[in-house]
Protein backbone atom coordinates (compact mmCIF):
# COMPACT_ATOMS: atom_id res chain seq x y z
CA UNK A 1 0.00 0.00 0.00
CA UNK A 2 1.37 3.43 -0.67
CA UNK A 3 1.72 5.53 2.17
CA UNK A 4 -0.08 8.91 1.14
CA UNK A 5 0.13 12.48 3.33
CA UNK A 6 -3.60 13.46 3.94
CA UNK A 7 -5.02 16.65 5.17
CA UNK A 8 -8.46 16.51 6.95
CA UNK A 9 -10.15 19.48 7.16
CA UNK A 10 -12.43 19.47 10.30
CA UNK A 11 -10.40 16.50 11.24
CA UNK A 12 -10.91 16.82 15.25
CA UNK A 13 -14.91 16.77 14.88
CA UNK A 14 -16.70 13.54 15.11
CA UNK A 15 -16.36 11.56 11.79
CA UNK A 16 -12.81 13.37 11.01
CA UNK A 17 -11.29 12.30 13.76
CA UNK A 18 -12.39 8.50 13.24
CA UNK A 19 -11.49 9.02 10.21
CA UNK A 20 -7.70 10.54 10.68
CA UNK A 21 -7.17 7.50 13.47
CA UNK A 22 -8.00 5.06 10.54
CA UNK A 23 -5.80 6.48 8.29
CA UNK A 24 -2.95 6.75 10.38
CA UNK A 25 -3.53 3.06 11.30
CA UNK A 26 -3.27 2.42 7.50
CA UNK A 27 0.05 3.79 7.61
CA UNK A 28 -1.00 7.40 5.98
CA UNK A 29 0.57 10.54 7.20
CA UNK A 30 -2.51 12.48 8.66
CA UNK A 31 -2.59 16.31 8.68
CA UNK A 32 -5.52 17.62 10.84
CA UNK A 33 -7.23 21.16 10.41
CA UNK A 34 -9.71 22.65 12.38
CA UNK A 35 -10.69 25.29 14.55
CA UNK A 36 -12.07 23.56 17.81
CA UNK A 37 -14.96 25.75 17.37
CA UNK A 38 -17.22 22.80 17.27
CA UNK A 39 -15.03 19.75 18.45
CA UNK A 40 -12.25 19.07 20.59
CA UNK A 41 -9.06 17.61 21.22
CA UNK A 42 -10.48 14.85 23.42
CA UNK A 43 -11.36 13.23 19.76
CA UNK A 44 -7.52 13.16 18.63
CA UNK A 45 -6.01 11.75 21.65
CA UNK A 46 -5.72 8.55 20.28
CA UNK A 47 -3.86 10.34 17.14
CA UNK A 48 -0.97 11.35 19.11
CA UNK A 49 0.22 7.45 19.80
CA UNK A 50 0.97 7.60 15.81
CA UNK A 51 3.68 10.33 15.96
CA UNK A 52 5.20 11.62 13.74
CA UNK A 53 2.81 10.87 11.33
CA UNK A 54 0.27 13.12 12.85
CA UNK A 55 0.12 16.64 12.89
CA UNK A 56 -2.69 19.05 14.05
CA UNK A 57 -3.30 22.59 13.21
CA UNK A 58 -5.23 24.23 14.71
CA UNK A 59 -6.98 26.90 12.61
CA UNK A 60 -9.82 27.44 10.17
CA UNK A 61 -11.03 27.19 6.82
CA UNK A 62 -12.08 30.29 6.21
CA UNK A 63 -8.19 31.51 6.35
CA UNK A 64 -6.87 30.90 3.09
CA UNK A 65 -3.93 31.32 3.36
CA UNK A 66 -3.17 28.48 6.08
CA UNK A 67 -5.46 25.99 3.76
CA UNK A 68 -3.33 27.26 0.72
CA UNK A 69 0.32 26.42 2.35
CA UNK A 70 -1.23 22.91 3.85
CA UNK A 71 -2.41 21.77 0.66
CA UNK A 72 0.80 22.43 -1.17
CA UNK A 73 2.21 19.74 0.83
CA UNK A 74 -0.48 16.57 0.60
CA UNK A 75 -1.59 13.91 -1.35
CA UNK A 76 -4.89 14.08 -1.06
CA UNK A 77 -7.95 16.51 0.91
CA UNK A 78 -10.13 15.13 2.45
CA UNK A 79 -12.89 18.49 3.41
CA UNK A 80 -15.13 17.75 6.13
CA UNK A 81 -14.77 20.93 7.71
CA UNK A 82 -18.19 22.77 8.14
CA UNK A 83 -21.27 24.41 10.91
CA UNK A 84 -23.24 21.02 10.93
CA UNK A 85 -26.10 21.77 12.79
CA UNK A 86 -28.90 22.80 10.55
CA UNK A 87 -30.90 24.63 13.56
CA UNK A 88 -27.61 26.63 14.49
CA UNK A 89 -27.89 27.73 11.15
CA UNK A 90 -31.66 29.30 11.43
CA UNK A 91 -30.35 30.95 14.81
CA UNK A 92 -27.16 32.61 12.45
CA UNK A 93 -27.55 31.67 9.15
CA UNK A 94 -24.25 34.24 7.89
CA UNK A 95 -21.94 31.89 9.77
CA UNK A 96 -23.30 28.81 8.03
CA UNK A 97 -22.88 30.09 4.78
CA UNK A 98 -19.50 31.34 5.27
CA UNK A 99 -18.04 28.26 6.99
CA UNK A 100 -20.02 25.57 4.34
CA UNK A 101 -20.01 26.94 1.15
CA UNK A 102 -16.94 29.83 1.37
CA UNK A 103 -14.81 27.51 3.54
CA UNK A 104 -15.27 25.10 0.94
CA UNK A 105 -14.41 27.28 -2.04
CA UNK A 106 -11.26 28.88 -0.04
CA UNK A 107 -10.49 24.77 -0.31
CA UNK A 108 -11.41 24.01 -3.69
CA UNK A 109 -9.21 26.95 -4.90
CA UNK A 110 -5.98 26.32 -2.84
CA UNK A 111 -6.57 22.98 -4.61
CA UNK A 112 -6.54 24.12 -7.97
CA UNK A 113 -4.11 26.44 -7.20
CA UNK A 114 -1.81 23.91 -6.09
CA UNK A 115 -2.39 21.79 -9.38
CA UNK A 116 -0.79 24.61 -11.36
CA UNK A 117 2.46 24.40 -9.23
CA UNK A 118 2.92 20.83 -8.93
CA UNK A 119 2.25 17.49 -9.52
CA UNK A 120 -1.44 17.11 -8.97
CA UNK A 121 -3.50 16.07 -6.32
CA UNK A 122 -4.23 12.72 -6.59
CA UNK A 123 -7.52 13.08 -5.02
CA UNK A 124 -10.33 15.15 -3.15
CA UNK A 125 -13.46 14.08 -1.34
CA UNK A 126 -16.13 16.36 0.00
CA UNK A 127 -18.23 15.60 2.86
CA UNK A 128 -21.99 16.93 1.60
CA UNK A 129 -24.89 15.87 3.28
CA UNK A 130 -28.33 14.53 2.49
CA UNK A 131 -30.05 17.60 3.96
CA UNK A 132 -29.45 18.94 0.22
CA UNK A 133 -32.27 17.12 -0.94
CA UNK A 134 -34.92 18.33 1.59
CA UNK A 135 -37.94 16.09 2.19
CA UNK A 136 -38.02 12.96 0.29
CA UNK A 137 -40.12 13.52 -3.08
CA UNK A 138 -39.60 9.14 -3.84
CA UNK A 139 -37.87 6.83 -1.84
CA UNK A 140 -35.18 5.70 -1.71
CA UNK A 141 -33.47 8.75 -2.27
CA UNK A 142 -30.80 8.40 -5.37
CA UNK A 143 -28.35 10.96 -6.13
CA UNK A 144 -30.51 12.16 -9.00
CA UNK A 145 -33.30 13.43 -6.33
CA UNK A 146 -34.36 16.91 -6.80
CA UNK A 147 -32.22 19.30 -4.58
CA UNK A 148 -34.89 21.29 -1.72
CA UNK A 149 -32.96 22.76 0.77
CA UNK A 150 -34.80 23.72 3.64
CA UNK A 151 -32.36 25.46 6.09
CA UNK A 152 -29.46 27.99 5.53
CA UNK A 153 -27.63 25.09 6.28
CA UNK A 154 -29.26 22.66 3.68
CA UNK A 155 -29.02 25.94 1.37
CA UNK A 156 -25.24 26.24 1.82
CA UNK A 157 -24.27 22.66 1.58
CA UNK A 158 -25.75 22.38 -1.68
CA UNK A 159 -24.08 25.19 -2.71
CA UNK A 160 -20.76 23.86 -1.89
CA UNK A 161 -21.77 20.48 -3.37
CA UNK A 162 -22.19 21.74 -6.47
CA UNK A 163 -19.65 24.58 -6.43
CA UNK A 164 -17.29 20.71 -6.59
CA UNK A 165 -18.79 19.63 -9.52
CA UNK A 166 -18.08 22.89 -10.92
CA UNK A 167 -14.16 22.49 -10.08
CA UNK A 168 -14.26 19.22 -11.58
CA UNK A 169 -15.62 20.07 -14.98
CA UNK A 170 -13.83 23.72 -15.76
CA UNK A 171 -10.67 23.02 -13.60
CA UNK A 172 -10.36 19.26 -13.55
CA UNK A 173 -10.16 18.72 -9.92
CA UNK A 174 -10.09 15.20 -9.06
CA UNK A 175 -12.66 15.09 -6.46
CA UNK A 176 -15.62 12.90 -5.50
CA UNK A 177 -18.67 14.11 -3.35
CA UNK A 178 -20.19 12.09 -0.72
CA UNK A 179 -23.51 12.59 0.49
CA UNK A 180 -24.00 11.68 3.84
CA UNK A 181 -27.02 10.59 5.55
CA UNK A 182 -27.30 10.73 9.51
CA UNK A 183 -23.95 9.36 10.79
CA UNK A 184 -23.87 8.85 14.44
CA UNK A 185 -21.11 7.02 17.09
CA UNK A 186 -18.07 7.77 19.05
CA UNK A 187 -16.64 11.14 19.11
CA UNK A 188 -19.90 12.41 18.74
CA UNK A 189 -20.69 14.70 21.36
CA UNK A 190 -22.77 17.36 23.50
CA UNK A 191 -21.83 20.55 22.39
CA UNK A 192 -24.09 23.24 22.14
CA UNK A 193 -26.53 22.24 19.17
CA UNK A 194 -26.47 18.24 19.28
CA UNK A 195 -27.83 16.05 16.79
CA UNK A 196 -30.69 13.90 17.98
CA UNK A 197 -29.04 10.45 19.14
CA UNK A 198 -26.81 12.16 21.18
CA UNK A 199 -29.30 14.07 22.87
CA UNK A 200 -31.64 11.49 23.61
CA UNK A 201 -28.96 9.31 24.85
CA UNK A 202 -27.70 12.21 27.40
CA UNK A 203 -31.12 13.13 28.32
CA UNK A 204 -32.03 9.17 29.40
CA UNK A 205 -29.11 8.80 30.84
CA UNK A 206 -29.42 11.71 33.07
CA UNK A 207 -33.22 10.09 33.91
CA UNK A 208 -35.09 12.92 31.44
CA UNK A 209 -37.33 11.80 28.88
CA UNK A 210 -36.32 12.38 25.45
CA UNK A 211 -37.77 15.78 23.57
CA UNK A 212 -38.99 15.67 20.36
CA UNK A 213 -39.89 17.99 17.78
CA UNK A 214 -43.69 17.79 16.18
CA UNK A 215 -45.20 14.30 16.13
CA UNK A 216 -42.06 12.09 15.67
CA UNK A 217 -43.26 10.05 12.56
CA UNK A 218 -40.64 12.20 10.90
CA UNK A 219 -37.87 9.10 9.37
CA UNK A 220 -34.51 9.95 8.81
CA UNK A 221 -31.33 7.27 7.85
CA UNK A 222 -29.16 6.65 10.25
CA UNK A 223 -25.82 5.58 9.34
CA UNK A 224 -23.26 4.09 11.89
CA UNK A 225 -19.67 5.81 11.87
CA UNK A 226 -17.82 2.31 11.00
CA UNK A 227 -20.10 1.58 8.16
CA UNK A 228 -19.33 5.44 6.89
CA UNK A 229 -15.31 4.97 7.34
CA UNK A 230 -15.95 2.16 5.61
CA UNK A 231 -16.70 3.79 2.81
CA UNK A 232 -14.24 6.11 2.82
CA UNK A 233 -11.49 2.67 2.50
CA UNK A 234 -13.25 1.71 -0.28
CA UNK A 235 -12.97 5.16 -2.20
CA UNK A 236 -9.36 5.39 -1.40
CA UNK A 237 -8.53 1.62 -2.42
CA UNK A 238 -10.85 2.11 -5.72
CA UNK A 239 -10.66 5.51 -6.37
CA UNK A 240 -7.99 5.06 -9.55
CA UNK A 241 -9.94 2.45 -11.22
CA UNK A 242 -13.81 4.46 -11.52
CA UNK A 243 -14.86 7.05 -13.16
CA UNK A 244 -16.11 8.90 -9.87
CA UNK A 245 -14.84 12.37 -10.45
CA UNK A 246 -17.34 15.22 -10.59
CA UNK A 247 -19.98 13.25 -9.35
CA UNK A 248 -22.31 12.29 -5.83
CA UNK A 249 -22.38 9.58 -4.37
CA UNK A 250 -25.03 8.15 -1.41
CA UNK A 251 -23.87 6.70 1.99
CA UNK A 252 -26.50 5.33 4.32
CA UNK A 253 -28.29 2.71 5.37
CA UNK A 254 -31.17 2.23 2.81
CA UNK A 255 -33.53 1.95 5.93
CA UNK A 256 -35.60 3.83 7.47
CA UNK A 257 -36.30 4.90 11.17
CA UNK A 258 -38.68 7.24 12.98
CA UNK A 259 -37.61 9.56 15.78
CA UNK A 260 -40.74 7.94 17.67
CA UNK A 261 -38.75 4.66 17.09
CA UNK A 262 -35.52 6.12 17.78
CA UNK A 263 -36.60 7.45 21.09
CA UNK A 264 -37.87 4.11 22.23
CA UNK A 265 -34.83 1.96 21.05
CA UNK A 266 -32.89 4.47 23.17
CA UNK A 267 -34.69 4.15 26.28
CA UNK A 268 -34.51 0.15 25.55
CA UNK A 269 -30.84 0.16 24.94
CA UNK A 270 -29.91 2.95 28.17
CA UNK A 271 -32.07 0.86 30.37
CA UNK A 272 -30.63 -2.58 29.78
CA UNK A 273 -26.67 -1.03 29.82
CA UNK A 274 -27.40 0.96 33.21
CA UNK A 275 -29.46 -1.70 35.00
CA UNK A 276 -32.55 0.92 35.50
CA UNK A 277 -36.03 -0.17 34.98
CA UNK A 278 -37.10 2.74 33.06
CA UNK A 279 -40.40 1.07 31.18
CA UNK A 280 -43.22 3.30 30.89
CA UNK A 281 -41.29 5.62 33.63
CA UNK A 282 -39.76 7.72 30.73
CA UNK A 283 -41.83 8.65 28.09
CA UNK A 284 -40.64 11.64 25.53
CA UNK A 285 -42.14 15.02 25.38
CA UNK A 286 -43.52 16.36 22.01
CA UNK A 287 -42.72 20.46 21.34
CA UNK A 288 -43.66 22.01 18.48
CA UNK A 289 -42.68 21.23 15.03
CA UNK A 290 -39.66 23.35 14.25
CA UNK A 291 -39.25 25.18 11.15
CA UNK A 292 -36.42 23.88 8.16
CA UNK A 293 -36.75 20.01 9.53
CA UNK A 294 -36.38 17.41 6.54
CA UNK A 295 -39.60 15.11 7.48
CA UNK A 296 -38.48 12.03 5.50
CA UNK A 297 -35.15 10.40 4.25
CA UNK A 298 -34.08 7.33 2.81
CA UNK A 299 -30.83 6.76 0.40
CA UNK A 300 -30.15 5.03 -2.41
CA UNK A 301 -27.34 3.40 -2.20
CA UNK A 302 -27.31 1.57 -5.61
CA UNK A 303 -24.65 3.40 -6.66
CA UNK A 304 -22.36 2.62 -3.73
CA UNK A 305 -22.89 -1.01 -3.50
CA UNK A 306 -22.51 -1.45 -7.57
CA UNK A 307 -19.08 1.11 -7.81
CA UNK A 308 -17.32 0.40 -4.39
CA UNK A 309 -19.19 -2.88 -3.04
CA UNK A 310 -20.49 -0.89 -0.04
CA UNK A 311 -22.59 -2.86 2.37
CA UNK A 312 -23.37 -1.40 5.65
CA UNK A 313 -22.96 -3.80 8.42
CA UNK A 314 -24.80 -2.13 11.23
CA UNK A 315 -28.54 -2.03 11.88
CA UNK A 316 -29.79 0.94 14.22
CA UNK A 317 -30.29 -1.37 17.37
CA UNK A 318 -26.74 -2.34 17.12
CA UNK A 319 -25.42 1.06 16.67
CA UNK A 320 -27.41 2.53 19.37
CA UNK A 321 -26.15 0.09 21.91
CA UNK A 322 -22.50 0.62 20.88
CA UNK A 323 -23.02 4.70 21.05
CA UNK A 324 -24.45 4.38 24.36
CA UNK A 325 -21.62 2.60 25.60
CA UNK A 326 -19.24 4.96 24.72
CA UNK A 327 -21.26 7.76 25.54
CA UNK A 328 -22.15 6.30 29.39
CA UNK A 329 -18.23 6.13 29.34
CA UNK A 330 -17.62 9.31 28.57
CA UNK A 331 -20.11 11.17 30.83
CA UNK A 332 -21.53 13.98 28.42
CA UNK A 333 -23.77 16.11 30.23
CA UNK A 334 -27.36 15.88 29.80
CA UNK A 335 -28.98 18.95 27.55
Not at 272 to 283: A, P
Request: aromatic share 10%.
Amino acid sequence: MERETVLITGGAGFIGSNLAEYLLKRGHKVIVLDDLSRSTTDNIRACYNHSPHFYFVKGSVMDFDLVDRLVNNVDMVFHLAAQVHWEESIDDPLPSFAVNTLGTQNVLEAVRRSMIKRDPLKLMLYASSSEVYGTAQYVPMDENHPFNPQSPYAAGKAAADRLCSAYHHVYNVPIIILRQFNTYGPNQRIKGYSAVIPKFVSQVANNCPPTIYGDGLQTKDFHYIDDLIGAYSLIIDKWADLDLFGRAINFGTGRETSINALADIVIETVAEQTGRDLKGKLKPIHLPKRPGEVMRFTADISLAKKCLGFTPKTDIREGIAKYTSWFLKEGSPAV
